[in-house]
């Protein structure tokens, strides 16, 4: 990724790491992600992109937003299913790992100014689709 990178929304979960190359589906149901959908829909389709970050619990003190466990990916978004209701079907690709230099005020969700990782070389597509399989496999066990 090269170029000035917009905001990028952050979207914590406890218990979903993205990485990039993958893909990962999303059903959006509470009210501040979802007004981050409809925020990333007026962007152009290069700049849809949302950091997906694992939520590591309450900073200390137990006050202030969860604590960030950094490296995050950010995820661009390919597929949005809007639903009746107001809720979101998303789906978002992998596309670089961040780390945070500074979360920005101003929105109901988080956001923060990023700058992408550098990457070592691209493992064998072989070896990575057979991680995927036994990862699917011990998840399903």
């Not at 000035?4 to 905001?7: D, E, F, I």
């Given at each position: 990724m090269s170029g000035?990178?917009?905001?990028l929304p952050l979207f914590p979960l406890a218990t979903i790491v993205h990485f990039p190359g993958t893909l990962l589906p999303l059903h959006i149901?509470?009210?501040r992600y979802r007004e981050m959908v409809r925020d990333l829909?007026?962007?152009p389709e290069p700049e849809r992109l949302v950091g997906m970050v694992l939520d590591g619990g309450p900073p200390p003190g137990g006050d202030g937003p969860a604590t960030l466990v950094l490296p995050g990916t950010a995820g661009r978004l390919v597929d949005v299913e809007p639903l009746a209701d107001g809720r979101f079907d998303i789906l978002l690709h992998g596309e670089f790992r961040f780390e945070v230099d500074e979360e920005?005020?101003?929105r109901p969700y988080r956001q923060a100014r990023v700058h992408p990782l550098?990457?070592?070389p691209e493992p064998d597509p072989s070896l990575r689709d057979g991680l995927v399989r036994d990862l699917a496999e011990v998840a399903l066990a």
């Open positions: 000035s990178l917009p905001l149901f509470e009210p829909l007026t962007r920005v005020p101003g550098a990457e070592g």
